[in-house]
């Protein structure tokens, strides 16, 4: 799966070390609780798209509210979310398109 | 003492570069408190101990200023930021269950509200500030009589105007983050310094300090035009008026005490690693809040 971030899958952070496969990759995160979070947005947008995969993903905003646009094939979708303190999605839905020439 | 604000270890008093070492090996640990303490507060870029030093330096210096100024600064950067704290944003103008997902996670906090009070009651040497404990927690838990009911009963009643019993409100257990929060604030209450607990309670009500927005609060803690109209019911106007009434008073008041006594008594680091404690505790049972609302949504 395409990533927009080189850090932590969830925030981008470069602390912590914690290494947890998900759909079948490897990927770093830098806690427990972020593993919880990637997992369980990973499988809302499943849920919610019916897609058996998902070819890239790109995480913006911070803890008081992300977005995620993601694509399968030629499908394109963006979600809005946010976690719990457990880490598990509080907040899950779908974000309307930008308007057209929105920088 | 310098405290970890996440854990709230001790190290010698300005030891800036032992924190700093601290914070870096329990990130390396992976430990969520202290990445997140990191990712929120300093950077979200692994860094060395010795680099981390002059940042945590300039991010626990006070200046000439009162530490008012400094906990006010931390607290609206936390809650009333660009893109101001979830529960903040949902107050503004509030759901029904956003309104009772307040009230059965609040009745919790209000009950650990005392225990918290007392224990600074009991531990202080200064008359001041038992009158002040005892004025604050009047408001909040006893009341003035009939015609002045306290916080806490002001909050069942916004329940029962919605349609839930107090005895169900009662009878609800804690979400794991209000629990997890109300352990802590206990715990700090019996162990941290008293002008840090005093600190690190109060400063919560800034939450509804009605001023902050005229020291760049984005928002209030709600739009303050739902205390008239019929937005909200009248019990849910006549419990979030209080707080509107009360808090600049009940916080600025505690935050004057803080300010003299933290330098009075030489415990200014303790009071402030306290305080970030409390701010992050505080911050995840607002989102135990929102997470209750969810239970009360058709």
Known sequence: ?103 | MTKCPACLVGFGKGDFPALAQHLVGRADESDSDHVRWLNQNLTRRKTESETLVPTLRGFFDVGPAPLTAWVKKRFIFKFFGKVPHPFVAALQHPTRATLLGYVVEHQHFLRQWVRSCANIMARTDRQEVVEYELDNLTTEYAGFGVDRPSHYELLLRMGESLGVDRSRVLASPPLPATRRAIEQWNEMATREHWVAVLTAMHSLELIANRNLVDEGASVHYFDPSILSGNEITPAAQGFLREGYEADVDHSDRALALASRFARELDVLEDVQSVFLRSIDLFDDYLIARLERAGQFEA
Not at chain 1, 32 to 51: A, F, M, N, P
Not at chain 1, 56 to 80: L, N, P, Q
């Open chain 1, 1 to 103: 799966m395409k990533r927009n971030y080189d850090g932590c899958a969830i925030c981008n952070s470069t602390w912590g070390n914690v290494w947890a496969e998900v759909e079948g990759e490897r990927l770093f995160f830098c806690c427990d609780l972020c593993v919880v979070q990637y997992r369980g947005l990973i499988e809302r947008i499943k849920q919610e798209t019916g897609w058996a995969r998902i070819d890239a993903i790109e995480i913006a905003g911070d803890r008081r509210g992300r977005t995620c646009a993601v694509t399968s094939g030629e499908a394109r979708e963006t979600f809005a979310f946010a976690f719990n303190p457990e880490g598990h999605v509080l907040r899950f839905g779908r974000e309307p398109p930008a308007p057209a020439g929105a920088g």
